[in-house]
């Protein structure tokens, strides 16, 4: 079947097998009445519902003298595995909805950290909505139609499309390749690891705020590829950035893709293998304190850059943790010393609080209000 289940203790599109495309929309809430936020709210779970199972959130062929309820662009497609996952940014909890009290401590506009050169344009917003499908017309249909039952409420602040998974959330997925020609998501947190999930990815049961309780955080940050740059770089310089082999994926330490990655062993050189600058060496649980976080991003490009003439493309990272501090550590330690610092730009940073899943009846982020 291609329909995901749209209710659960956790939201679908995290622990989902990730899908081939996404469509990931942030929104500012203009309307200043707390009412209408739960309406919004409200209409975007009822919509929801139907997306997913590859239903129209109306009638398209309706009234002749009014505007379609639907717009249409998904009739006749499958559900192609659509989940939506809502989260809440910090901005959301001010004065305006009287929801100061409720904001979970953890949930703070990220720092600045090391590297950063980010475009406000593309950064932050009150409301985010990650739009997973193995079609790029079923996602885009999806966030469209939000937004569209959103008027009145909300306005879109950025919108990214990503073209390709660089994750692995199953054991049932092979590993895709990012658009620097490397495996991503040889090690990460797989649906089938419950304790990972349970201990790094879904906000605890005795942790509060309770209505985040089987939620977790979303850290999306949109990372520039310097192709150009990189294309010209040897081979053996970009297998030693990341610590693996380009093709096959493999660490420098092993020969499979899967083989364990050995941080301790030396060349005959007397070196590490694995640079002590190597991506996969900086990165991994073992050199942060054990902890790990659920990587979910998307390959993108939004064509060229017209100042440059080069490509605007790279990673859309996306990652979820039950706290987003373990990604700022992560990114403070990538950001000082990672050797992929040569090739790579952060121009896009935002932060949302993912309520847990919805049950019949039941809407989006209800325990919050
Ligand atoms: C591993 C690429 C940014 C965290 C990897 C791997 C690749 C990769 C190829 C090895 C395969 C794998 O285990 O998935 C990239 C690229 C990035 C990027 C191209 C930017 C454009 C980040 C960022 C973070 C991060 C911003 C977190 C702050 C990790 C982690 C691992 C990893 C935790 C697994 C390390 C291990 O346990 O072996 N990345 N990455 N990456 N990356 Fe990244």
């Not at 420098?252 to 893709?257: I, K």
């Not at 850059?305 to 990604?327: C, R």
Request: charged share 20%; net charge negative; with cysteine.
């Amino acid at each position: 079947s291609d329909v995901v289940s749209f209710y659960g203790d956790h939201q679908a599109g995290i622990a989902t097998p990730a899908q081939e495309r996404m469509v990931f929309a942030s929104f500012d809430v203009t309307t200043t009445a707390r009412a209408d936020l739960v309406e919004l709210l409200k209409s975007w779970t009822e919509a929801g519902a139907h997306l997913v199972k590859g239903s129209p959130v109306g009638a398209v062929a309706g009234h002749p003298m009014a505007p379609p309820v639907d717009t249409g662009e998904a009739e006749g497609l499958a559900a192609a595995n659509l989940t939506l996952t809502v989260g809440f940014g910090p901005s959301l909890f001010d004065r305006r909805f009287g929801l100061e009290q409720r904001r979970p401590a953890a949930l703070r506009e990220l720092p600045a950290l090391p590297g950063d050169e980010l475009d406000p344009d593309r950064s932050g917003g009150d409301l985010c909505v990650q739009a997973c499908a193995d079609d790029a017309q079923v996602a885009f249909h999806a966030v469209r139609n939000l937004l569209r039952l959103g008027r009145g409420s909300v306005v879109m602040r950025w919108c990214q499309l990503g073209f390709g998974r660089t994750s692995t959330t199953s054991r049932s997925q092979s590993t895709p390749r990012n658009l620097m020609g490397f495996k991503d998501g040889t090690n990460n947190i797989r649906a089938e690891d419950t304790a990972d999930l349970s201990g790094f990815v879904w906000v605890g049961q005795g942790s509060e705020p309770a209505w985040m309780r089987g939620g977790t955080y979303l850290v999306a940050r949109r990372i520039r590829m310097l192709i150009e740059s990189w294309d010209r770089d040897r081979l053996e310089d970009q297998e030693a950035v990341f610590g693996r082999q380009k093709v096959g994926g493999g660490p420098l330490t092993g020969t499979n893709e899967h083989d364990k990655v050995d941080l301790a062993a030396k060349g005959p050189d007397g070196m590490p293998v694995i640079a002590t600058n190597a991506h996969i060496r900086l990165a991994a649980p073992s050199e942060n304190g054990g902890r790990k976080i659920l990587r979910r991003g998307y390959s993108f490009t939004d064509g060229m850059d017209p100042l440059t003439g080069q490509l605007d493309a790279g990673l859309f990272f996306v990652s979820f943790q039950n706290d987003p501090e373990t990604f700022v550590r992560l990114q403070r330690r990538l950001g000082a010393s990672d050797a992929l610092n040569e090739y790579i730009k952060h121009v896009g940073s935002a932060v949302f609080a993912c309520p847990p899943g919805v049950r019949p009846g039941g809407w989006w982020g209800q325990g919050l209000f």
